[in-house]
């Protein structure tokens, strides 16, 4: 039986074929001018792993690009690669596009019950409303920011695995998609009965390094599955690894309750999901729905505390009281800013009416809350910095135009906060960015003992129930 092992974070040369093949793609995005990535630990996490089998397996590396101590892991601790480049939509596009002609051809090279599994270890940013899954950032350009729309034009929307996907449900291919990006919650909807999902955050979260965790789970004999609740449980951090397995996907609908109480706000990283939470959540039927939704929490939390009792053959040590404390905190200081939200309800149209700005050639829109919440000031030095890197007069034209916008909005932001509502709007989300108790510390409590419980009741349901076809399992190294 053919195997491919495929990963988006590396790429491989399509007229080189192998029955068992590793394919590695990813880091893009870092800082320009760095010889290293955040992304280098886990790159040497895998090669580890790519050694371990290197008898069985062909690979191919497509890392990053630009950073020399980051191509020097792809040189020398991928020794048996037979293709190493940088992680391009050349590359990228050339990849996927590869397998689906093995998967299409007459007779097809990959078949029923071969493997092919991508991984993907880069930055990513928010779902945007067309999209099914969300983007992840190319080498080429630097990610300044990973909210909606912020990508730079270096980046794949993750859709274009969808042709991918339903190959593998028709002809039966078993394929893993790995997504360890920030947001990659939202890949999950590529999974089918033929296609396991693994991600490493929730849809509106960012990630850490679950992946590094998962690429040391990884053996021959091991299934993704079971990959994947080992490293769960062992990951740091509170984002909130999932996987498109049907035990993961009824313990996942079951712990959404609880997935507010895992945002926070760290003002030296720029993590602030915490007050986008809050302000969409801060209308009285959403408050309403909220209250509901905790007395479920709690209902849930006596139903684990029993359960923990009663099933001592899958015991895993996790404190049901301390979970509760912790939660009950965290939603009475979360309470507050709820409530100074509500109390903005009657300026909704004056703060979410967009307005253009424009200098020279460059426009854009702004709502006076998007105003009130950006640091122009550091857009500003952004745009002058990239001005003074280009030898391009007309790139160079259009950076100092952007720096002069962004001084038009900041005077714009000025006034607005002249006015007695916009200040204390504004007032409202500078004291959630300081507010050390919306920090990660109290969502990391969380976070630890929601990983035990999680642990627990997934082993529990993998015993006792039959939720049907599992890709996740059958998907063996």
């Given at each position: 039986m053919k195997i491919y092992f495929f990963s988006l974070l590396f790429m491989f040369c399509s007229d080189l074929f192998a029955e068992n093949r590793i394919v590695y793609l990813g880091a893009g995005g870092e800082e320009e001018g760095t010889k290293t990535t955040i992304f280098?630990?886990?790159?040497?996490?895998?090669?580890?792993f790519n050694e371990r089998v290197k008898n069985n397996y062909k690979t191919a590396v497509a890392f990053d690009g630009g950073h020399?101590?980051?191509?020097?892991?792809?040189?020398?601790?991928?020794k048996n690669a037979d293709f190493k480049g940088s992680f391009s939509a050349e590359n990228y596009n050339k990849t996927i596009s590869d397998i689906i002609k093995k998967i299409k051809s007459n007779p097809p090279k990959i078949s029923a019950n071969d493997k092919v599994m991508v991984f993907i270890d880069t930055h990513g940013a928010e779902k945007e409303p067309n999209q099914k899954t969300h983007s992840v950032s190319l080498a080429g350009a630097q990610i300044k920011s990973f909210n909606s729309g912020s990508l730079p034009e270096e980046s794949i929307n993750l859709d274009s695995l969808s042709e991918l996907a339903s190959l593998a449900k028709e002809k039966n291919i078993k394929l893993a998609i790995i997504d360890g990006s920030c947001h990659s919650g939202n890949t999950l909807k590529l999974a089918n009965d033929n296609t396991c999902v693994i991600s490493g955050s929730l849809p509106n979260q960012y990630a850490t390094d679950f992946t590094e965790f998962l690429a040391k789970?990884?053996?021959?004999?091991k299934s993704i599955e079971q990959a994947f609740i080992e490293a769960r449980l062992e990951a740091d951090g509170t984002p909130f690894p999932m996987i498109s397995s049907p035990y993961g996907k009824k313990v996942q609908e079951d712990f959404a309750v609880f997935f507010p109480y895992l945002y926070y706000h760290n003002e030296q990283e720029g993590l602030d999901k915490i007050d986008h939470y809050l302000e969409i959540n801060s209308t009285q039927n959403l408050m309403c729905k909220r209250e509901h939704e905790f007395k479920e929490l709690n209902n849930i939390l006596k139903f684990y505390s029993k359960f923990r009792d009663e099933h001592n053959e899958i015991f895993i040590d996790f404190d049901v009281r301390e979970l509760k404390s912790n939660i009950e905190k965290y939603k009475t200081i979360q309470d507050k800013y709820l409530s100074k939200f509500n109390s903005f309800e009657s300026i909704n149209t004056e703060l979410d009416t967009k307005i253009n700005y424009s200098v020279g050639n460059s426009s854009i829109e702004y709502t006076n809350r998007e105003l009130l919440k950006t640091n122009f000031k550091e857009l500003v030095?952004?745009?002058k910095a990239d001005a003074g890197k280009t030898r391009d007069r007309g790139q160079k034209k259009t950076y100092f135009e952007y720096a002069a916008l962004y001084s038009k909005c900041d005077q714009a932001k000025n006034n607005l906060l002249k006015m007695n509502s916009f200040k204390s709007y504004s007032s409202t989300i500078e004291d959630i960015k300081h507010d050390e108790e919306l920090s990660e510390n109290i969502a990391a409590k969380i976070g630890l003992e929601l990983k035990k419980v999680y642990q627990a009741y997934y082993k529990f349901l993998q015993k006792n129930s039959n939720l049907g076809k599992n890709p996740c399992a059958d998907f063996v190294i």
């Open positions: 280098d630990g886990g790159a040497k996490i895998f090669a580890k020399s101590e980051s191509e020097k892991i792809v040189k020398y601790d991928f789970k990884f053996q021959p004999g030095d952004n745009a």
